[in-house]
């Protein structure tokens, strides 16, 4: 696993234990070459999924941004961090038990959405906000900007 730091790729695994009820393993690991220590998880991946933009345009479901985004609406509340993890892992699940690889990008919206109205309103409110308006812009880095709480940037 390449350093985030330098780019050395020869890192070292230092602990290895489970997260999320044994859903994942965390990984803790350490760079010999610049001192970095980061955190790695290994998770099951049933499908390679597949999300259709409203453009049309295909591109390959990436857990990592589902996460930013859903971090972002949930900051400064009073949520528990693996609770978070636990709830994105419960999303890819369902989006995984589809049966289908091919999933709209409108579907994964309402589907955060149905999970965040059920966990933190403040988030769900953030989130569906910023959403709805760009449901049909269909640019998601816009989308994380924009969903990014007024203050933030004073941290
Ligand atoms: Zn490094």
Redesign the pocket.
Known sequence: MR?P????VD?QVKDSRPAEDHVAIRRRRF?P??G?RFTTYERVQLRDLVVIKSSGKREDFDRDKLERSIRIAMQKRPIDPERIDQMISGIVRRLESMGETDIPSKTIGEIVMETLARIDTVAYVRFASVYKNFQAADDFDKFVSELRPAGAAEE
């Open positions: 350093c730091f330098c780019g050395n890192t760079c070459a610049c970095g």
